[in-house]
């Protein structure tokens, strides 16, 4: 048989596996919810028009976190016996298990506030708990890519900040997707294209082939509940759902930037800084919406902790008179585009092509300025002359 067939039987055979499993419990999910009342009811906030199943993260979850245990427990084989890399690399049981922790109890967390309203310390606590997690457990940010150098230059970072770092960066990313997750399919497409981006980010990179297939987990497990989720929402991914998919994207991030840290092998360790920031560069539509939304919150004096429906997809789907599948496309044209300019970055920047980096940050910075004019245009449509 082949070897590039070979190659890419393990993350075909995973995939199809997380779709099957997440679109199976994701159905399974919708009749639990109606009978535990886990329902998102209608309020002044809302965009939906009826109360709608919220526990759609238990597929994503249950496909995601047995199928990267398996994938642990037979990586050596996978390895040896399929793909035939030599020499077979251990599985690193540390940076995963961490992050199958962390993801374990954000899905906890989320649904008890999911079936609940728990006190705001302690669903800041567990949050706080989650990001420490998965540095402690040795995914901590150890290099970074100096974008603009001539050179792919890596610098390397103390290990305090490169803690404090992750930290930030686990809690930031659980929080931005549970705040964008507003729509039908927003966070389910976002869970996909993420997992498309660690699998093709890590395809040619050696000894990465762990973090292919977890790409491709991730992948089918998110497709599996957007069958239930778009363009009629059975059931919404909930808190049980967002949440563990931002942990799940963050702490990826970082097994790129562990694996090869250090790498004697200097064209890889430059590749997998490339593929780390290719990870920012794929999330910054939703960090962008984010960090935009609670600037703006702060200038006019309101509180930044209140519910509202001020980010831009919201504004726009407003202003678009509810219309879902407008703002969605909106939202997914700009994920595209920043997927797009993530690939260029990650497969094609070579040494010696700082001006070609800065050609594609300008590229992601004119799609994000185009996500923010569009809103305000559809707004400014929508006004009474």
Known sequence: MPSIVLYVLPPALFFA????????????????????????????????????????????FGAFVPLTLLLGFLYVVIQEKIVRLSPAEPFDWAGYGGMLAAVALAFALGLWDDRGDPPALAKLAGQLLIAAIVPLSGLYLRQIQIPFAGEVGLLEVPKILGIAAAFVWVLVMMNVVNFMDGINGLAGNFGWLAGLGILVFAFNLPFAYDLVVLGAILCGASLGFLRWNVPEAKTFLGDCGSQPLGAMVAAAALLFNKQWSGSVYPQSGQQIQLSFLALLILASPLIFDVAF???????????VLQAHREHLYQRYLIARGERHEEALALVLSTLYGAGICALIWARFSEPHQGAFRVLVLFALSITLWLYWFRTVKAERQARPI
């Open 17 to 60: 596996a997380a779709w099957a499993i997440s679109n199976f419990l994701t159905d399974r999910s919708i009749a639990l919810a109606n009978r535990r009342g886990l329902l998102a009811q209608v309020n002044e906030r809302s965009s939906h028009r009826v109360p709608t199943p919220r526990a759609g993260g238990i597929g994503l």
């Open 293 to 303: 939304t609670l600037v703006k919150r702060l200038a006019s004096g309101k509180n």
